[in-house]
């Protein structure tokens, strides 16, 4: 079994804890975080952007917890950390690890620095290590879905995708801490909205041109964005618009419209059973998996990766920079 650590138990750290936990392939062994103490009681969070189920006391209680991934690497055999952490701190970390001859699982977004990140695909590279960026919009059944229609063109070629992803201002974690967070995650463009860039990115390639729009928020100049790609020889328009501008109790939501030839999907968060395909003469309804599988695939692909030695194809370091350098086009 992948012997595993936690770095950063808030939110997202919770989200792959419970992940690990299921997994038959994987073991944890220690958690990395500076509150200790929320690490021995029971967790059935609520806080954040959807539910992750619960973690309970009894699940923990094996678990041997640290404040500093140092002091855990000193201390436990550990093969891989999976870093959920705020950005400003995913060089830092990654790179301790990395020397020290783990493998890494690491949150979105890669590292605001593209020099930074560079230097971490190099030197996991050189120590044939695997590290892999938590793109978890790829590993989501619907969008799979989505992008198997794009590939085979079952519905004709696509022509126009509606991309969208809105959430209150996040007020978990560390993020009730503003003097530390803001200016360090990139806002909701590098934090939130970089899903959607990703995802577009991922199945169509870089556009020949983008125009944007965006407002400040409370955590940087672009908490909101709403940006036109256009691909000039495929003749598609796609369309990414989202943030986190509103107050902290506005609900999550994200979803896609798309309009092919011959059909309009669309999918959204607040109906998570069904992808709805529309003709000129009816309506079908598609089943899907939840979102929240995508968080239990990913997990289990970078598992496989290590198990197997091979890089991850489906979400390469490099991909993910090429994500980060892509949002930056949009803050111009």
């Known amino acids: 079994m992948i012997k595993v650590a936690v770095v950063g138990f808030g939110f997202m750290g919770q989200t792959h804890t419970s992940n690990i936990l299921k997994n038959n392939k ?19 969070e609520k806080a954040g952007n959807f539910s992750i189920g619960n973690i309970t006391a009894d699940q923990l209680l094996s678990i041997k917890n640290y404040l500093s ?30 020397e020290a001859g783990k493998h890494v699982f690491l949150e979105k977004p890669f590292c605001l620095d593209i020099v930074q990140a560079q230097e971490l ?13 938590g793109h978890v919009v790829r590993f989501m059944p619907p969008y799979l879905k989505l992008k198997s229609w794009i590939d085979s063109s079952e519905f004709g070629k696509l022509k ?51 125009i944007c729009n965006y407002l400040p928020g409370k955590l940087s100049l672009h908490d909101y964005i709403n940006a036109n790609w256009r691909y000039n020889a495929k003749n598609i328009q796609v369309k990414i618009e989202g ?15 798309a309009n092919f030839e011959n059909a309009s999907i669309s999918f959204s968060s607040s109906n998570l059973e069904f992808i709805y395909v529309y ?26 990766c290590i198990i197997n030695n091979t890089k991850p194809v489906l979400c390469t370091a490099e991909s993910a920079l090429h994500s980060v350098k892509l949002c930056y086009k949009h803050s111009l």
């Open 243 to 257: 943030g986190n501008i509103f107050h902290s109790k506005f609900p999550f939501q994200a979803g896609f419209s």
């Open 121 to 133: 695909i190099n030197l996991a590279d050189n120590k044939n290590l695997i590290l892999m960026i």
């Open 160 to 210: 126009f995708l509606s991309l969208s992803r809105f959430s209150g201002i996040p007020n978990w974690g560390q993020w009730k801490e503003k003097q530390h967070v803001n200016n360090f995650t990139g806002g909701a463009l590098f934090d939130l909205s970089i899903h959607d860039i990703d995802f577009a990115l991922w199945i169509l390639g870089e556009p020949d041109s983008i």
């Open 26 to 44: 994987m073991h944890l062994v220690a958690i990395v975080d500076k509150n200790q103490e929320q690490t021995k009681n029971e967790m059935t």
């Open 279 to 304: 003709t000129d003469d009816e309506v079908n309804q598609i089943p899907t998996g939840s979102l929240n599988d995508g968080f239990c695939n990913e997990i289990e692909y970078f598992t496989n």
């Open 69 to 98: 991934i140092e002091e855990c690497i000193e201390k436990e055999v550990v093969d891989a950390f999976v870093i959920s952490v705020h950005t400003n701190l995913h060089y830092k970390l990654s790179k301790t690890a990395l």
